[in-house]
């Protein structure tokens, strides 16, 4: 990293994972204490950056526009659940080692593919490798037979409404519309207790670190500038002799897994996971955090998962009515008058009127008139 | 009402005691009126021997005088002269300390006047009440249903004759046999005689003598229908039943069950076609416009759902304004769902479409955002509830093809529409010279627009023909499923696996592509349910991609990447 960059990166992560952690810690009536509500609702939005972040680097940097990763932040959190379901024991409202749903359901056994997620550590692998190995199999099938642009969209809507029908069935045993709640402690610490979801919160913050220097360095790799030869001219690449289906697979893959990652912090955090945060609605919702960020910057994702989030908390409290509008508005006006997104507008207006050299900027926007020139017939 | 009219006129001065005799006159026979006396009788037994005396007339005068003794609204009133008379009391009035009810007679229920020709109004203290124990009741109720039941079987209008005879089949009470008899004798419809055959057959089986019930099985297998089937299991099952009469009913059983695999068959293929006619309607606007253009236009459910609301509201004005012509509503929603759907898809294409040529994940978020907006929209003006459409009575009810199998006609209807639909987009775009313009765009708008073809009108153009499909799809679908905001979304995702599976633009692999989906979800369906049915479909549309990526009818040549 060059050094500026270096500097604003470690002061952002002191910031999530220090700071914010410890002015909650302070004590009760503290001016400066941060509450309880506010470290969980940044917390949530961490783990939402996360995901953005993931998408970022399909959509932003191999221009492969997956309107289905709700499925993967939903395998993830719902693995994720299953633990913390069979953590509870029998402490339930059954007084049963069963699930409370299942009881109510009048299943009597625990069914086979729950009872590995008794491990902890099986659960934390899991949270990793199902969405991982479900993106790979779908994308192997559906890249190997170079289903691209428009129609990879329309195949992962297809699987996000799949995805939905299917976990809101009773008889998956996931416990159908209601989803997994009444999560009583995680790995052991109750959860509701405030040093928990204060340490929950600085895991969610590391995460995004860790994630935000794992996107960096795929991006900055001659991977990564393979992924945006794939995304400004796919024919061309293939006939340089690369195989884009492999780095698209490669890309895919690795998404799935940070959304499966954001999924399992989102559960431990927000106590509940149904099949409404799976869908096609919230799968798209995803999409345009980063598109208002800035796509094809590693920051506007995050910028944008906080944004757009912290507007939907402020109007679904005073306006519920309007939030479905503002959100349909947004993504008119990102497409029609902000393409580049927050951030990506601030580095070229940074770069035309501050004289700072944001190469990245110049080059995002060279590329992207490129793109628009080849795809336009 | 009819009857009610009759019974105004005919005035008994036999009975009503200050008789204003007027029109002609019908005094009840003298075994009626014994009937009538003694229905009153505190004895049970004599109580259900009248009442069924009075049921076997098949006088409909009576059958007031019935259900008022089921009500239990039947009292005795003493006469000036020591003589005592059976009434029926209406509804309650209180007035001090006294109950008074208005009188009717028992033969009719005609109001009881006073000298002065005013209503009668008696003290209900001073009135006798019949009773009515349960063991009456249960003598009445066969009687009234006769009674209601051979009312229908005359009415007018088929389907509710046939309803008759079903309900009088299920029933199961012999006294509806002579009923149904005499209306097999003058019924002409064919399919109120199979109901009233079918009705017989199972009173038949139910109450007939030994000979009887084994000639019903075996009629009733040759009838095939499903009605008798439970009955006709049960028979073969049971125990006690006499063993030719178990053979009958397990021969039929078997007709039947063989006969139910073919309807079920035929029903399925039918739903199919008419699931795949929806999607055609719905795919056809959206593979025009992905084929001139390249646009996913996920707006296009919502164009669909303005559709809709389109005709809600033509509706809505109709039963206003003109309800005379309420019948008509339909022909004018659907060019003017056509219209709505179409000027919004014009607007949309000139206000911010055009703008995004050549980015078709752009657009795909823009049409979506539009679409978030549109759905809003209706859910702020007409609320979130789904709204009631009433369907015009000439594509309500069905046409009965075979036995156990009634086309509905909403259905019949929307297969027709998809059909004119693809006929009219087939002679627009390869027979006129629009069409030509069409095709020339979507070969190679560079080489078009030099030719003199002004691409961006064509665009706009289709772009509005395309969202007036939509608009007509939305139309056709409120005669079959509900209206709300969220109508569109319901669609959206199957018909854009058509449009994929179909391949850009190609009108024969769109049809193919929706008949086969349409038929797929269908015969999936009954075996796995619906969820794991989408599931089902989305992996075949994967393989099928696998083996053909860019639809059945891939394009050719230097077209075929861009």
Known sequence: MRTRERWTFLAAAVLLVVVLPALNALPQGSPFRVSNFTLNLFGKYLTYAILALGIDLIWGYAGVLSLGHGVFFGLGAYAMGMHLMLEIGAKGV???????????????????????????????LAVVLVPGIVAAVFGFLTFRSRIRGVYFSIITQALALCAWLTFNRNTMNLGGTNGLSGFKTMFGFPLNEASTQRGLYVATALCLCGAYVL???????????????????????????YSPAAFKLFVFTVSAALAGVA????????????????????????????????????????????????????????????????????????????????????????????????????AARSEEAKAVEMTSR | MFIRLLLALALLPGLTAPAAAQGATSSPAPEIVKAIAEVASSDAAVQEGAAVALGKTGDRTLLPLLEALREGSVYVRSLPGGKKETVIVGDKVNEGDKTLVPLFTAYGREPIRSADGKPLLADLSKLQEVPTGRSLRLVLRPLIDAFSGTTQLADPDWTVRQAAAVKM???????????????????????????????????????????????????????????ALDRLREL???????????????????????????????????????????L???????????????????AHGELMALGAYATYVTQGWFQGHAPGFFGYYFLVALPLSFLVAGAAGFALERGVIRFLYGRPLETLLLTWGISLMIQQGLRLWFGAANVDVISPTWLSGGLPVMVGIQLPYNRLFIIGLATVAVAAMYLLLFKTDAGLRVRAVTQNRGMAACLGVRSRRVDALTFAL????????????????????????????????????????????????????????????????????????LVVVIVFIQRRPSGLFAAKGRYADS
């Open chain 2, 280 to 298: 055609l309607l719905m795919a056809l606007g959206l593979a025009i416009i992905f084929g001139l253009m390249g646009v996913i236009n996920m």
């Open chain 1, 215 to 241: 996107c960096r360095w795929i991006v900055r790799s001659p991977a990564g500038r393979v992924l945006v030869a794939i995304r400004d001219s796919e024919t061309r690449v293939l006939f340089c002799g």
């Open chain 1, 94 to 124: 059954y007084q049963n080692v069963l699930p409370d749903f299942m009881v109510w359901n009048r299943v009597t056994e625990l069914p086979l593919f729950w009872r590995p997620f008794k491990s902890a550590l099986f659960t934390l």
């Open chain 2, 169 to 227: 089949g299920n029933g199961g009470d012999a006294g509806a046999l002579p009923a149904l008899t005499d209306a097999l004798a003058k019924e002409k419809d064919r399919w109120v005689r199979y109901a009233i055959e079918e009705a017989i057959a199972l009173i038949q089986l139910k109450s007939g003598s030994p000979a009887e019930r084994v000639n019903a099985a075996t009629r009733l297998g040759a009838l095939g229908g499903g009605d």
């Open chain 1, 263 to 362: 999924g399992a912090l989102y559960v431990g955090q927000v106590g509940i996971i149904t099949p409404a945060r799976i869908g096609v609605l919230p799968s798209i919702e995803m999409i345009i955090w980063v598109a208002v960020g800035g796509r094809g910057t590693l920051i506007g994702p995050v910028v944008g998962a906080f944004g757009v989030n912290w507007l939907q908390s402020l109007l679904t409290t005073h306006y519920p009515d309007l939030w479905i509008l503002a959100l349909g508005g947004m993504f008119v006006a990102v497409v029609l008058f902000v393409p580049d997104g927050i951030v990506g507008t601030a580095q070229k207006l940074m770069a035309r009127f501050g004289g700072a050299k944001t190469p990245e900027a110049a």
């Open chain 2, 466 to 537: 395309g969202a007036g499909l939509a608009g007509i799809a939305g139309c056709a679908l409120t005669q079959i499923g509900n209206v709300g905001p969220e109508l569109g979304q319901n669609y959206i995702v199957d018909s854009f696996m058509v449009v994929v599976t179909g391949g850009v633009g190609k009108l024969l692999g769109t049809i193919l592509a929706a008949l086969g989906i349409g038929g797929l979800n269908k015969i999936i369906e009954p075996g796995f349910g619906a969820v794991f049915g989408k599931v089902a479909i």
């Open chain 2, 236 to 278: 073969a099952n049971a125990a006690d039943a006499p063993p030719a009469l178990k053979q009958a009913a397990a021969d039929a059983v078997k007709r039947v069950e063989r006969w139910s695999l073919l309807t079920q068959t035929i029903q399925v293929m039918f739903q199919g076609v008419s699931l795949s006619s929806i």
